[in-house]
């Protein structure tokens, strides 16, 4: 997985996942002892999800300035937006574990679901039940751990390999992963919702994003100035209004690139965007390579 990030004005990086065409948008690593993530970047947050599963020994997670302690057959689960921090000191960890970082839609790429609703999908309630900014740890039983270490080194292995199909078994070993990983919850989330002006702007993106939309539009329609409404996204999520609207639009051009045979331009019409050639460039800004490479490397895989 590359890294796209930006530095608020905070100092904290806010990381983006770098989808690849042709590559399912799921990413696992591994790490044996050495320092991972919150220690090369510094703090940061993602704007994807994250899985965390201890195999052996012991570490801590310092997310939104509290310590999680984590010990063998733990399963850490980060949303996104969670500012992860470098606990001060020298490094010292000898845990062995693996990561899953994906986006909310690697579980259903198809889907054309409101930007919110993720929180409320059955298949990531671990992750949805949490207000920005708070982790969850479960704790995966002794006799359940071989097939956690079963499905991980599978993903990893079609990852790497990309034999025929192994897209579907990608997605078919992180859906086994989040299956187990929601039986491990005592009860249902504390909070399934989000901030309901939060939710009120996403829910406007998700409606007109075919539309051309713009930030004053958003605020109009939520009865509020656009400055309020940019504070408030800002400050929930690490983007912008606009960086939202371009997401959708690019969720659902790279669906149509994937599952219909409509033109570069017909499907920049249909996201939103009135000049082709705008559109593309958007693209390419977004994925590194225009709409028509897209869908041919994603038709050859």
């Not at 994250?50 to 300035?65: I, K, P, S, Y």
């Not at 949490?130 to 079609?158: K, N, S, T, Y």
């Not at 702007?201 to 539309?211: A, P, S």
């Amino acid at each position: 997985m590359g890294l796209s990030s930006v530095t608020d004005s905070d100092g904290v990086q806010l990381v983006g996942y770098d989808r690849r065409a042709g590559v399912p948008p799921v990413t696992v690593r591994r790490w044996d002892g050495a320092p991972h993530d919150a220690v090369m970047l510094g703090a940061h947050a993602h704007d994807f999800l994250v899985l965390l599963h201890v195999v052996e020994g012991a570490d801590v997670m310092r997310v939104d300035g509290h310590d999680w302690p984590l010990t063998a057959g733990d399963a850490f689960v980060m949303a996104p937006g969670a500012v992860v921090t470098p606990r001060p000191g020298p490094r010292r960890s000898d845990a062995r574990m693996w990561a899953v970082f994906f986006p909310a839609d690697a579980v259903d790429p198809a889907a054309a679901a409101p930007l919110a609703s993720w929180r409320s999908h059955p298949l990531l309630a671990a992750f949805g039940g949490h207000r920005r900014g708070v982790a969850q740890r479960l704790h995966v039983p002794e006799e359940e751990r071989a097939a956690w270490a079963g499905h991980l080194r599978d993903l990893d292995d079609e990852l790497r390999g990309r034999r025929d199909g192994y897209a579907d078994a990608v997605r078919a070993h992180l859906t086994l992963l989040l299956v187990r990983l929601g039986r491990l919850q005592p009860g249902p989330p504390a909070d399934q919702g989000v901030e309901p002006l939060l939710a009120a702007v996403l829910d406007v993106v998700e409606t007109r994003f075919h539309e051309p939309i713009s930030l004053r539009d958003v605020a109009s329609a939520v009865g509020l100035t656009p400055g309020h409404v940019t504070t408030v996204v800002g400050r929930r999520t690490g983007r912008t209004v606009q960086q939202w609207i371009t997401e959708r639009r690019m969720r659902e051009a790279r669906r149509l690139l994937a599952g219909s045979d409509l033109t570069i331009a017909e499907i920049g019409s249909r996201v939103g965007y009135r000049e082709t050639g705008y559109f593309v460039r958007r693209f390419r800004a977004e994925h590194g390579v225009p709409p028509a490479a897209w869908r041919r490397a994603g038709r050859t895989a």
